[in-house]
């Protein structure tokens, strides 16, 4: 069962791009009464577009007037700019307020934002695991969170009534929530999130620097599985190199797992052992199943990207 | 303009899985007084599944019976099953007949069947750049080929009429064609398709080793980024171990190429160098548009898996 959605009736989302333009438009679908979503963003062109397109109920001047009086604040700036973001509305926030984030890194948002934090402000950092390769304010839908995960990241000492309501606030957006510390969230995200980002831009590079197949063939022939990859290496580079920077531990930890695991592939190879390849290989199938068994995917074949196939992995030419 | 369909009258497709069944199905959608098209698969219950959905106009009790009769033989087998495929077939085959396959690696194949093709038969190897993650007869749909591009690789001494016969069929089934040499198809599909698989099968195997994130939250936490890689690491086993096997110079070398960027990467977020980082990932995005502008992708925020976005790229909520 979906939560109340109306944990907090004034909510101020600093950052209207992707996240914060989706919590907006989802807040507003499921809207109660007496709700305002404030919105700002610091980049003026944004500002201007998500006005235009009525992303927010309000409009603030500056991120302090927006979160005056608001008894949510989101944070939905890249990750390296949570701290200076927190700084500047420090003086704005009062007791009882609740601050959250949406930032791809744990452990380096808390250490930013936290000094920062008045006493008797709730400070809970989190992270819907959730997006789109798009940006920017028209990149929002409300459904964007609807059966994904977030993920909240509590202090030791995190009041537990802040946290309820926090829970409740995302699950009034479709959201499931689950609790781990910042370290942990770091680490299985830069499995699941962080490296698999890094080596698709990777690839993408190694394309364009290729000597003996130009960059013409690569789009034309790309069908073949390339073009799965620049999907997601077409991210926002901004957030992208914040998330490398923010999180480089683990990232150089989980990457250097990956070189190993790449390092006996290229020897199968080299060597010619089809066996292990095939077992490799094999094993990859029963993750997927996880996965779509999880309600994190759909099984519909999608790598042949045709309109006729539905989302219910059925070729619709079947039931027709 | 698409080609006429009647190019061949009697096709024999020897092996029925996701593209053979996909030509099956195309060729008798589109198809012209007199076509037959006769099918044969050595995997017992690869042709009853077959047989049962109706794939092909007859189903052969052997290759060689396929093969007799026919005036277009397609050899639909994993890489490294063609070489023996062909010899069994060799004394079925007749002057004027001609032969392809659509193996994902052409150098190999050229030189498994090569020797199997008597005199006077048309050997012209081909690969249509087309597929899902899915396998098997009931994988295979009509419109698989539709925009795509078949790679033809004719040896020096190819009859004209015969390439140009294998390209309207091609044509005829909706794909775009075009020829290259049989090196520079394995060097381009290296880059195009078969690292970008190694390294999908690659991510799965590491986030399966790791000690401190689970399973069980790998696949939980997939939307970020991951459960991308686990679609085209579902692929079929059998076809990709043939692939790395027969193609192993050019994967090895585009692999270095790849492992020598990712070390500059590496280095880039050891160091805290977000200008490479930044400079690196902003590029990506131009080969992404490049990919969307040419037909071979849509731009739809699909990262989202949501049913309410449209294949057109715009999100449903601002239509309706």
Known sequence: MPGKTNAFDRVAILGLGLIGGSIALGLRRKGHAGLVVVGYDSDDAARATAGEIGLVDEMAASASAAVAGADLVILCAPVRAMGGLAEEISAALSPGQVVTDVGSVKGSVLAQVAPH????????????????????????????????????????????EALARLTDFWQGLGSRVTCMDADHHDMVLSITSHIPHLIAYNLVATAHDL????????????????????????????????VFLANRDAVLET??????????????IRQGDGDLLFDLFNRARDIRR??????QESAAPDFGRHPELGEDGENKKESS
């Not at 929002?140 to 202090?155: Q, S, V």
């Not at 960059?215 to 914040?242: C, L, Y």
């Open 117 to 160: 934090i008045p006493g008797g402000v709730h400070f809970i950092p989190g992270h819907p695991v959730a997006g789109t390769e798009q940006s920017g304010p028209r990149a929002g839908f409300a459904e964007l969170f609807e059966d994904r995960w977030t993920i909240l990241t509590p202090p030791g000492d995190t009041d537990d």
């Open 211 to 242: 000597e003996q197949v130009s960059e013409k063939e690569v789009i034309k022939f790309s069908a073949g599985g390339f073009r799965d990859f620049t999907r997601i290496a077409s991210s926002d580079p901004t957030m992208w190199r914040d």
């Open 255 to 268: 990457l250097g797992a990956f070189i190993e695991e790449m390092t006996i592939l290229r020897r199968a």
């Open 290 to 295: 996880g996965i779509i068994e999880a309600g």
